[in-house]
């Protein structure tokens, strides 16, 4: 199959976890014999093309000018992909469109309707779980984008029973138009050779143990819950060290609330850390730490797993599927310092513990979320879709729009349960 994929970040360029899903998602897919090709946002120092793992990347550029915002950004982006999308089409015909998150809801959108192709979106996280609703005209208007999505796409993908209902409740879905396609881990990726030592030197002292957070920072990952935890692991091990990678909008105050619980010389902010420093890190910590406050999977902790470092997690969201609390990692209860500070501090006494669970976290990884078996779920869905009648009817009315079946129009006897491609039967009650 020919696949299409949209995504406004993509590694090298990182900004949060959907890069890394996308980019094995399309590896994975391109490894199964699939043509995949990337449009994603132009970063300084990258080609305009390029072809990674077998994976052709196409970047662009948002459209001229600086833009007065996020939002306008995002915009002149969606022109870009737009057009770009266009000229691959014009080119060569994809079977199907990818669109990943809302960043990208109107270039997936445009080029359905310009080629009758089916779009397929995958929902990562919405802006109401983030948020614990919408409370602000910048989060309804994200949220807003987020259904319209929905609405346009034929299938919704999503990658826990969490999210699932969340989907569903959120945007008032049918059952029948979600599937749930876990995120998956390239174990690979993330093992050094060997640790080394002068990494270690940069970030702790020998005798210092390390307890490591990487992701952005925004209220959500719950890095506050974490830093109001280091008193008490500090009470029980003085030299411990805190390392936080990675940066986002709630940086500024996270540097606050350390110096406020004086743990200027526990705590260390990296910043954006590359791939290498990311994997020496996890080699040389004695625990990872993801006490999110919502989670839609949580492939962070399937990343620390397959380092062999143990993890402790929120209690919450697609945590609760992956990490079985003390079997493959620890569970603490979100927003709740103290049970936190037990958690990590309950690893860091019992060796044994820490031991098990982390050969029995990187046994489930290696078994359960390998990327080739949930590349072929991925193609299972397309093939679903691509060869239905309803899309092969409507891709054949592609030359006469006049006449086209509309995709918005279901037909009156579509059975429950049967995928179905036709947005406009989901509207918002």
């Not at 995958?122 to 929905?150: K, M, P, S």
């Not at 307890?211 to 974490?226: A, M, N, P, S, Y």
């Not at 493959?328 to 044994?352: F, S, T, V, W, Y």
């Not at 239905?388 to 891709?395: D, F, G, I, L």
Request: glycine fraction near 8%; proline fraction near 6%; charged fraction near 25%.
């Amino acid at each position: 199959m020919r696949i299409l994929m949209l995504s406004w970040e993509y590694p090298p360029c990182v900004i949060g976890g959907l890069a890394h899903a996308v980019a094995e998602i399309s590896r994975a897919l391109a490894h199964e014999g699939n043509e995949v090709e990337v449009i994603t946002a132009l970063d300084k120092n990258l080609p305009e093309y390029e072809v990674m793992d077998e994976v052709r990347v196409h970047r662009v550029a948002p459209y001229h000018g600086r833009p007065l915002n996020f939002f306008a950004w995002v915009h002149q982006l969606n022109l870009a992909m737009l057009e770009k999308g266009v000229s691959l089409c014009n080119n060569r015909p994809f079977d199907l469109v990818h669109a990943h998150d809302w960043l990208v809801a109107y270039p997936g959108r445009g080029l359905k309707n310009i080629y009758h192709m089916p779009l397929i979106a995958t929902i990562h996280a919405t802006e109401f779980g983030r948020n614990n609703g919408l409370h602000t005209d910048e989060q309804r208007y994200i949220g807003d984008v987020e259904w319209w999505l929905t609405y346009e796409a034929w299938v919704v993908t999503c990658c826990s029973r969490f999210m699932r209902e969340e989907v569903q409740t959120v945007f008032n879905l049918p059952p029948d138009k979600i599937e749930i396609i876990p995120n998956g881990i390239r174990p690979a990726a993330f093992r050094v050779d060997r640790p080394d030592a002068l990494v270690r030197q940069r970030y702790a002292a020998p005798e210092e143990k390390i307890i490591f957070f990487i992701g952005r920072l925004v209220r959500e990952k719950g890095v506050h819950t974490l830093l109001e935890a280091m008193p008490m692991i500090r009470d029980r091990f003085p030299a411990v060290r805190l390392i936080i990678a990675g940066s986002g909008p709630y940086e500024e105050e996270l540097h606050r609330l350390s110096m406020h619980l004086g743990l200027d010389q526990q705590v260390t902010f990296t910043g954006y850390i590359d791939e290498a420093t990311r994997n020496q890190l996890y080699a040389h910590a004695d625990v990872a730490a993801f006490p999110s406050l919502y989670e839609p999977f949580g492939l962070v902790a399937l990343e620390a797993m397959a380092t062999g470092t143990p993890v402790v997690v929120g209690d919450t969201g697609g945590f609760t599927e992956t990490v079985v609390d003390g079997f493959n990692g620890l569970r603490a209860q979100p927003g709740n310092a103290g049970d936190l500070a037990g958690k990590i501090i309950a690893l860091l006494e019992n060796r044994d513990l820490a031991q098990r669970i982390s050969r029995q976290g990187l046994k489930d990884v290696e078994e359960k979320f390998a990327w080739p078996s949930i590349a072929r779920r991925y193609e299972e869905v397309y093939q679903k879709i691509v060869f239905s009648p309803e899309a092969r009817k409507w891709r054949r009315g592609a030359g006469r729009a006049a006449a086209a079946p509309s995709p918005g129009k279901a037909p009156a006897a579509e059975k429950s349960g049967a995928v179905s491609a036709l947005p406009s039967r989901y509207h918002r009650s």
